[in-house]
């Protein structure tokens, strides 16, 4: 039986992003864009800036998605500042977002690149 | 040697402006009082910028927006565009009917997220809490209670007084009684089918019984009377309103709040669990209103007199209108008068048998402002923007086939190509008008996962939207050529009968559940109105009972497509049986 492989990632971090229900797609989107393979999203219920805006509290819907990115620490910063843009994080009540250092991942990486990268 | 420099800090510098700061520096320092205990941080509020306040409210209100315009304008232009091009007539008093048109979307918007954020937390918190604190035949008098007071806050009810304008009184004097001067008590016997329709589903649901028998023992009597009122020929004039009603009460207040009642008391018993919770109401619903109306209707016959009917509406309109049966005055009233008493109740609920605290009472009653300045703005609306547009284009429609004074030229088509025209047009509205509803949708997915993926979501959408269309059709039909109306009715529902002895029970559930989701707000104004005008212009008595016919049609359509569907299934097993005997062998 042939040995299998395993290729661990190092130098990833994780983004992690709470907004409204019904907005990541359009952050995650914009991740996309800068670079980012792809989202994690899931659903949950926040409070904090809602109760604190008075009446617009109302605009401001209680269910979250959370959207969990991992980018590579290069790209990290960009990405980082492309879903910020996107999502209006400088508007009371839109969100908020935090990197967190990854030890390592793995995931599928293709072949061919795994080549190169070894042959280098 | 080059420098090297990590390519992140150079995006850093060359992108946006960061700031770092400590968030240690952001939080707010502890406070203590006297004793030197610790105090409670105090939540302060935020200061806005313009341009916040903005991006908070401009997705908000858009997308409420947006949900209402896609509900009317399509409806709208269908009808504005068709009597345009097809019938040549240019739509009158179009400002009045843009203006309606717009308090139709304002109001519905208001309204909804009125009833989102000011009565749904009360049927949520109802649903939950209630059958676990008191006894069945309380829970159950709240629920009958509830079932009257939903549907006076019921939007499309409006639409009903609003076609009591139309019919004439000398034609059809008891029909013009019971929509007029008994119009207080029809919306009562309403609801009280609703209440009783809402008991009867609860208790259903928490024994788990099968909607069959419900279904022919509500149908038995409430046939028995149709062909008892179609003996005599006034009575019969109200058989259409009666079967009507089924189909203006189940809307956006009726059906979210009894259910939450229901499949609260049936899961605080263990019965929730079923797949099929919470259908069954609807359909009850829909069925009880008719049987309360045609015993109303029965009623007025032998209390009054046509005579005493005529008499007392040429004094009625001879008097000068008090102030608060007029414009802005009644509409105001009757926005107040269908959302306070059903307010009122909730609280005395929530407060003397439930004995819990009302939370965000301020924007709880932020929402009940909202709901009933929304049911205000919408009854302007559907007076001056829905009933008139429906009215209008009913009425030029019999000028494709039949001479109509009002209509240059017409006949505009030769008999039949026009009545071809006329009822395609009927069937594409309604076929048009169901697809865009959106608790169709919600029925559908619920139906794809119901029956594991055998009946799609794109196939229930289809066949009730086919039902309803031929619904319509079949209605307009039954003005044309003056069809007595408890004829389709009995065939009709001796087929719907027929098929749900022969359906399995989900798709019984389905099938007459989806009935009731397809008379939304916006369409049961739109039909209506289009009927009387229609029946008007082609000088037919009345003009009801198309909605009815909507009504049925999806029950048939829904059924004959459940068993279609149970067929090829279980060809498909019978033809894999010897394929999959081998396997295990």
């Not at chain 1, 299998?4 to 130098?11: A, F, G, S, W």
């Not at chain 2, 109740?345 to 965000?360: A, G, S």
Request: proline share 4%; glycine share 10%.
């Amino acid at each position: 039986m042939p040995q299998r492989e395993m290729v661990v990632l190092t130098d990833a971090s994780l983004i992690t992003c709470v907004v409204q229900k019904g907005l990541a797609d359009e952050i995650v989107k914009a991740a996309q864009e800068g670079g980012a393979q792809g989202a994690t999203i899931y659903y949950g219920r926040g409070t904090g800036v809602r109760e604190r805006l008075g009446i617009l509290g109302l605009t401001i819907e209680a269910e979250k998605e959370v959207i969990t990115i991992m980018v590579a620490n290069d790209q990290m910063d960009r990405i980082f500042e492309k879903m910020y843009l996107a999502g209006q994080m400088d508007t009371p009540g839109k969100g908020f977002m935090y990197v967190t250092q990854l030890e390592k991942a793995a995931t599928y990486v293709p072949e061919e690149m795994l080549e190169q990268l070894v042959s280098e | 040697m080059a420098r090297e420099i990590r390519f992140g800090k150079y995006l850093k510098e060359a992108a946006a402006h960061h700031d770092t700061v400590s968030y240690n520096d952001l939080i707010p320092e502890v406070q203590r009082d006297a004793e030197g205990r610790e105090l409670p941080v105090e939540v302060t509020g935020i200061k806005l910028r313009a341009v916040d306040v903005y991006r908070l409210l401009q997705p908000y209100v858009t997308i409420r927006v947006m949900e209402q315009v896609k509900a009317v304008v399509p409806l709208a232009l269908y009808l504005m565009l068709f009597q345009m091009i097809i019938l040549r007539q240019g739509v009158n008093d179009s400002v009045i009917i843009t203006a309606g048109l717009f308090a139709v979307i304002i109001g519905l918007m208001f309204f909804m997220e009125g009833l989102k954020i000011g009565l749904m937390p009360f049927g949520s918190s109802l649903g939950t809490t209630l059958p676990a604190k008191s006894s069945l035949p309380v829970v159950l008098t709240i629920a009958f209670i509830l079932g009257i007071g939903v549907t006076f806050a019921e939007p499309a009810i409006g639409a009903l007084k609003a076609a009591g304008q139309v019919v004439k009184v000398e034609t059809a004097p008891y029909l013009y009684a019971l929509l007029n001067d008994w119009s207080e008590q029809l919306v009562l016997v309403v609801g009280i089918g609703v209440g009783t329709a809402a008991v009867l589903g609860t208790i259903r649901l928490l024994y788990g019984w099968s909607l069959k028998p419900f279904i022919y023992a509500t149908l038995t009597p409430t046939i028995l009377l149709t062909v008892y009122i179609q003996q005599n020929e006034e009575l019969s004039k109200m058989l259409g309103l009666a079967w009507d009603c089924g189909a203006v009460t189940t809307g956006p207040v009726t059906v979210p709040l009894v259910l939450a009642l229901g499949i609260g008391i049936a899961s605080a018993a263990g019965k929730g669990s079923s797949s099929l919770s919470g259908f069954g109401i609807v359909t009850l619903a829909s069925l009880f209103p008719i049987l309360g109306v045609e015993l109303l209707a029965i009623y007025v016959f032998y209390a009054t007199t046509p005579e005493a009917i005529i008499a007392a509406a040429s004094v009625g309109s001879a008097e000068v209108a008090a102030w608060y049966t007029q414009t802005p005055y009644a509409e105001v009233i009757g926005g107040i008068r269908a959302i306070v008493p059903l307010v009122i109740f909730l609280v005395i609920v929530m407060k003397l048998v439930l004995r819990e605290k009302i939370h965000n009472a301020g924007i709880i009653s932020y929402g009940i402002a909202l709901a009933v300045i929304g049911m205000v703005i919408f009854s302007l609306g559907l007076t001056y923007g829905l009933a008139m547009l429906g009215n209008q284009a009913g009425g030029f429609i019999p000028a494709a086939f039949s001479e109509v004074s009002s209509v240059e030229g017409s006949p505009l088509y030769f008999f039949s190509l026009g009545i071809l025209i006329a009822l395609f047009f009927a069937w594409a509205l309604g076929f048009g008008a169901t697809l865009a509803e959106p608790a169709l949708n919600a029925l559908g997915i619920t139906v794809e996962q119901l029956t594991n993926g055998a009946f799609k979501k794109s196939t229930l959408m289809y066949a009730v939207s086919f039902g309803v269309g031929c619904g319509i059709a079949i209605g307009v039909a039954k003005i044309v050529f003056d069809i007595q109306i408890a004829y389709l009715l009995v065939g009709f529902y001796a087929i719907a009968i027929v098929l749900t002895y022969f359906s399995s029970e989900e798709f019984v559930n389905i099938a007459w559940d989806s009935a009731g989701v397809t008379t939304g707000p916006v369409t049961v104004p739109l039909v209506l109105s289009m009927g009387l005008g229609f029946a008007n212009a082609a000088n037919a008595i009345e003009g009801f009972g198309i909605l009815s016919m909507a009504s049925i049609g999806p029950i048939i359509a829904v059924q004959a497509t459940g068993l279609w569907i149970n067929m090829k299934v279980t060809r498909k097993r019978k033809k894999l049986q010897p394929e999959l005997e081998a396997a295990e062998i």
